[in-house]
């Protein structure tokens, strides 16, 4: 009997965090093959000598129920030489015919270019030189699907995305981070002895209006966003997409509260795809957080 009750009781533990208003409950529907796909969802998780990493990125409920693929994807390596964790974050944009393609090609072609600018000795902080190669590979990748030699619309039409990347630099007085955006994805420090959410990079607010128009890869913004800092014991740093930052806001609502509650300490990478694929009405994007601790906080 107590063994059915514990069953009973780990079964409940893993019901589907709500928040509000939940959205309809339904049975997913299998994504259709359009130019690769991908699994609903994916976690991660690990730890160097320094800092602690989870990551989860999950297929959203519009895309759940109209058989889309998840058009979101992460990725995070560390650099052996210089302990530095690389890690992007995309969004595929919606538009786009196959963004659940373009999204892993730019993350991979990201992580891999500031690899290879730490393999050289350089800071891996070249972050246009970055930008354009995820541009290439994206090019060259609309190439392949076309077979012939795409244009700049027709390269947007099929892969465009968005991207967030960067590294995290262990020092003597903290972690250095360094990263870019191209794109309406975001990025936080989450303050835990508040707790409250900092976010690194402009809201997607123009003036009252929340702004509907991205500058997504394979286009480039004149002035490349960029965000350098530190982060110490006490903070955690966050890397997103919209499917994660529309509900959160400005993290003082639920969505914050539940994030800064579980995230004090680094969750299992299971439990943090389970947090994240939370139900709360109209929010149906797909959702991919990336967590990052100092060491010294997770022993």
Known sequence: MQHVRRQADRTQAWQRVVIDIPGLEFEPTPPRLVGGTCPDFECDGWSTAEVTLRSASLR?????????????????????????????VADGLSSATASAVGAPEACWAAVWAIHAQLDEGRPGH???AVVRYA??????????MLQQEPDLAQVEELVAT????????????????????????????????RPRFHPLFGAKIEGDVVATSVTALPRVPRKLEQWF??????????????????????????????????????PSPLWLA?????????????????ALWPRSETR
């Open 60 to 88: 959203g409920e519009r895309h759940r129920y109209y058989r889309q693929p998840r058009q979101d994807a992460t990725c995070a390596v560390v650099h052996e030489g210089t302990g530095t964790v690389v890690f992007a």
């Open 126 to 128: 070249d972050f246009p």
């Open 229 to 266: 800092g530190k982060l110490v014991p006490g903070q955690v740093l966050l890397v997103g997409t919209d499917g994660f930052g529309d509900p959160l806001g400005d993290g003082d609502g639920q969505v914050g509260a539940l994030f800064a509650e579980h995230l004090a300490a680094p």
């Open 162 to 193: 968005t991207l967030v990347a960067g590294t995290a630099r262990p020092r003597a007085e903290g972690i250095e981070i360094s990263l870019f955006r191209v794109g309406d994805s975001g990025a936080w420090v989450l303050d835990l002895t």
């Open 135 to 144: 541009v290439e590979t994206l090019h060259r990748q609309a190439a392949a």
């Open 274 to 290: 389970h947090l994240l694929d939370f139900s709360r009405e109209t929010f149906d994007d797909d959702r991919t957080l990336l």
